[in-house]
């Protein structure tokens, strides 16, 4: 079973940043998309991105175009999300997720384009 990890939330205020990591001890993300979403108290799991297995392809939410940033290290199987200038409504638990069989994404896709999750990271935006 393959079991994703994410690591980096916490608190922040207003304007800052953090950096999300994803990866899986023992197995290789090299060749999967992988995809990040957010999912608020009371809300939907929302897409927030989506990167291909080598990176060439990225896609955001208009939400967060031009504050996140998607970015992955094969050599350390490790895929981030910078995310930068929060906001309060960016409060959420971040999770990532892939899909064995797919290495491309074409947008931001939605929660039945996975098969594997992670157990969440909680990111909370407040002064």
């Known amino acids: 079973q393959v079991q994703l990890m994410e690591s980096g939330g916490g608190l922040v205020q207003p304007g800052g940043s953090l950096t999300l990591s994803c990866t899986v001890p023992g197995f290789t993300l090299d060749y999967y998309a992988i995809g990040w979403f957010r999912q608020a108290p009371g809300k939907e799991r929302e897409g927030v991105s989506c990167i291909s297995a080598m990176g060439g392809s990225i896609y955001y939410a208009d939400s967060v175009k031009g504050r996140f940033t998607s970015t992955r290290d094969n050599a350390k199987n490790t895929i981030y999300l910078q995310m930068n200038s929060l906001k309060t409504e960016d409060t959420a638990v971040y999770y990532c997720?892939?899909?064995?069989?797919?290495?491309?994404?074409?947008?931001?896709?939605?929660?039945?384009?996975?098969?594997?999750w992670g157990q969440g990271t909680q990111v909370t935006v407040s002064s």
């Open positions: 997720a892939t899909d064995l069989n797919r290495s491309n994404c074409q947008r931001v896709h939605g929660t039945t384009f996975y098969d594997h």
